[in-house]
Structure formats: C-alpha cells, structure tokens
C-alpha cells in the first residue's frame, strides 16, 4: 500500500507538484500527463530522489526511508534517463542491481536468470553494455529496476524504444508483478495504460485531474470525442482539462 497526502513540490519558482493526495494498493497504475505534468517529479519523491518540502508518503501505513534497507528491497524505480555500466556486462549490471535492492548470492542467479528470460537478453548476458542497442539497453533498464522483483515499482516512460513484440512482453512482466505488487507506469502511450493499467491517473499542472478506471476514461472520452483520436485518447484529452476536486 502506497499513500501520498498533500505532497507538494517546488524548484524555485516552479510550483511542480500541488497538493497531491492519493492511495494505491496491488496492480498496475497508469499515469498520465504531458510533459512538466509533475509525473517524474512525483516519482522521485516517493522514492527519496527529492526531499518531501511538504506532504507525506507512506509505505504500507511507515513514513519512507530511502536509506532503509527494506524500503530498497520492496522498491523498484526506473527513471526517464537513467545510467548503466557500459564497461561490464549486462549480467554484472543485473548482479549489482540485485545486490543493491538487497538479494542474498543465493537469490541473485534464479533471479537473473529469471529477468533475463522475462526481458529477452538471455543471448546477451555476457554481452558489454556498450554494445546493445538502444531497445535492449531500454529493456536492461527495466531489468535493474525489477530484477528483485519488488513490492512497489514506479517506471518513469519504460516502453520507450521498444518494438510492440517486446513493450507486449513488458506489459505481460508487469501484470505477473501486479497480481502482489504495487505498479505505476508514467507514459505517454495511452494503448500501454489500456493494456495492462487497472486504474489511470491523470495528471496536469502539478495535480491529479482524473483518477478511474480505463473504463472510466473511456466512458469521458465518449462524451468528449475529437476527430482524428481514439476514445482513449479523447477521454485523456478531455482529463487534461477537468479541475481537480479538493473538498
């Protein structure tokens, strides 16, 4: 169980997050929003990237603690740009991702083994980094984040470079997670969200405009159609624009 309460955020003069309230539990958690939305933002917060200015983030009913060793072995992240070791190989990368969350030597094999499978790079195991090309280097990333296979895992844009074949192999990844894990998924493919997500927020100017279902998002869209998009796309279109309620 995710909880945030009234967590705001500001680089400078910025204000990137205002006021954000919200509680996630198991599945997958769509997350929406055009750029400067505050969804990387968001992120880095609960996972202890950026200090809480103000408002709180809870981890099943505990304040977080990035420093806690248990809070890195329940936590997964991957960032919108995030670095590998392009030296090592790509099983030394998962290895050290592993060791980093918190898995024992007797884990990590079964573990690795398990991602390299999920991810498609069990040919590229012992392949240098800097020799993948950008979709496996995409999807080494997704790799670390997950590898120990946490309880709470936010992906910042994690399909980016992959080809359908491969973001469908994510999406399948993410809803064997879900069925005990908590998941959120920021991007801007609206068909990612529809596939996998069992709830969708939007978020736009530093709040959350729109949380529901997919169901819920395309009933909007519905009621709001535009020429030239998909339902889902006109109920996020029209997401964009509704004022969130904070009574």
């Keep these: ?33 055009p750029n400067g939305a505050g969804k990387s933002t968001l ?52 290895l ?28 590229k195991r012992q392949s240098l980094v800097r020799s993948l090309s950008g979709g496996m280097r995409q999807r080494l990333g997704i790799a670390c984040a997950l590898v120990h296979r946490p309880r709470i895992a936010l992906l910042d844009e994690p399909t980016v470079g992959l080809d359908p074949l491969q973001r469908a ?16 998924i920021s991007t801007h493919l609206v068909e ?10 939007v978020m736009n100017a530093g709040q959350i405009s729109f949380d529901g279902t997919v169901d819920d998002l395309e009933i909007l869209g519905q009621k709001n159609p535009t020429p030239g998009f998909n339902t889902l796309e006109c109920g996020y279109q029209a997401a964009l624009s509704l004022i969130p309620n904070h009574e």
């Design 169 to 184: 192999g994510i999406r399948n990844l993410l809803a064997e997670l879900a069925k005990e894990s908590t998941i959120i």
């Design 1 to 33: 169980m995710l909880e945030i309460r009234n967590l705001h955020f500001s680089y400078r003069n910025f204000q990137a997050l205002n006021g954000i309230s919200t509680t996630v539990g198991s599945g997958v958690y769509g997350l929406l929003g």
């Design 96 to 123: 050290y991702a592993a060791w980093a969350h918190g898995l024992n030597r007797s884990e990590c094999s079964a573990a690795i083994a398990k991602i390299l499978q999920i991810t498609d790079l069990a040919d």
């Design 192 to 201: 990612d969200i529809a596939a996998v997500a069992n709830r969708v927020m």
């Design 43 to 94: 992120m880095k917060c609960i996972v202890g990237m950026l200090p809480l200015q103000n408002g709180e983030v809870f981890v099943n009913g505990d304040p977080i603690d990035s420093a806690n060793a248990e809070f890195k072995r329940i936590l997964g992240y991957l960032p919108q740009h995030f670095e590998v070791m392009d030296f090592s190989s790509v099983e030394r990368n998962l």
